[in-house]
Each structure stands twice: as C-alpha cells, then as structure tokens.
C-alpha cells in the first residue's frame, strides 16, 4: 500500500484530511470479520464495527501516517480488554491479555449465540455476568521459586552411544527385532 505523505496528508486519504473511501472499507472489512470470530452475525458485527470506525477515523486524523486499519483493530482490541475487566473483574484475569481471557469467556459461555447483543455493553444482565465468569478460565498462578526435583544422572559415554552394537541394538529394535 501507498503511504506516502503528500501536503500533510497520506496519499491515500480522502478529502480534507479524512481517511479514503477504500481505507475506511478495509478497515470495515477487517473489523467485522474481528467481531465476527466471536460468533457474531453480519448485522451485530457491522454495528459494532461502525461505531469503531468513527474513533478509528478520528485517531488517524491526529497520526495521517498510520493505517486506518491498524488503528481499527488496536480500537476494538483496547475496547474488549476494557470490557473484559469490567465483566470478569481483574482477580478473574490475573496477569493476562484481558482481551483473550474476554474473548474464551465470551465464546465458552455461548455469547455469540446466546448473548449477540451483550459483547462490549457495560448494561448487563446478572445472568450474562455469571455465565462469564464462570466459563473464564481459571487465572494461571504466579510463579514462585522452587527448587528442581533430583533427577537421576545416566552416566555414559560418547564411546558407549556410538558403538556399533548399542547402534545395531537400536536399529534391530526399531525393526521390531531384537539383537543382542
């Protein structure tokens, strides 16, 4: 793609300084297929989408030189996170992406199917709320330090691994043989 800077603007940009028609309709594209992966149909996802694409478009009139596309995508990815610990609260999340951990509640519990209208709404339903957070998955612990449990040392030899027998032992075994 053609990102050249002319007169302050991208190359690709539309008139005065808004993003062109064929960036604003990859980025559309993009972002319905984004909330499409959450099982969403076509209309749910398009509406999201949209009212994305106002922001996106309004952050790439600060930074002409970005893509629209990516700005899109980094809109929906920091809403969803946000949504996230809203929904699952940050004891549910622990040390990972907010917006994977929403993203495995929200499909595990059926939200696609069962509740299209609830992903990114912060009016929920004490039903939709509980469904989430018991289909997150468990927070991974935090590391703490340990010692290796004692493992027994083989003692060998390189002499030993490459002979000829311990190879032709190998091979017959292997061949379903046995050769000593």
């Known amino acids: 793609m053609h990102r050249e800077v002319v007169g302050g603007h991208r190359a690709d940009s539309g008139d005065a300084g808004f993003p062109s028609p064929a960036s604003v309709g990859r980025a559309r594209v993009e972002l319905v297929a984004y909330f499409s992966g959450f099982g969403l149909d076509g209309g749910r996802a398009g509406r999201l989408a949209e009212t994305l694409l106002v922001r996106a478009a309004q952050r790439w009139r600060v930074r002409p030189d970005r893509d629209l596309v990516e700005i899109a995508v980094e809109e929906a990815e920091a809403d969803l996170a946000a949504w996230g610990f809203f929904v699952l609260g940050r004891e549910r ?35 939709f709320v509980r469904a ?21 040392l083989e003692t060998w030899s390189v002499a030993q691994a490459v002979s000829p027998r311990n190879w032709t032992r190998l091979i017959g075994g292997l061949a379903g043989g046995s050769r000593a």
Do not use: F, K, N
């Open 132 to 152: 989430m957070r018991a289909a997150a998955p468990p927070p991974t612990p935090p590391e703490r330090p340990g010692r290796m449990t004692l493992q027994p």
């Open 93 to 127: 999340i622990g040390e990972h992406a907010a917006g994977l951990v929403a993203r495995a509640a929200y499909q595990a519990c059926g939200g696609g199917s069962l509740w299209p209208d609830m992903l990114l709404d912060y009016d929920l339903p004490v039903e």
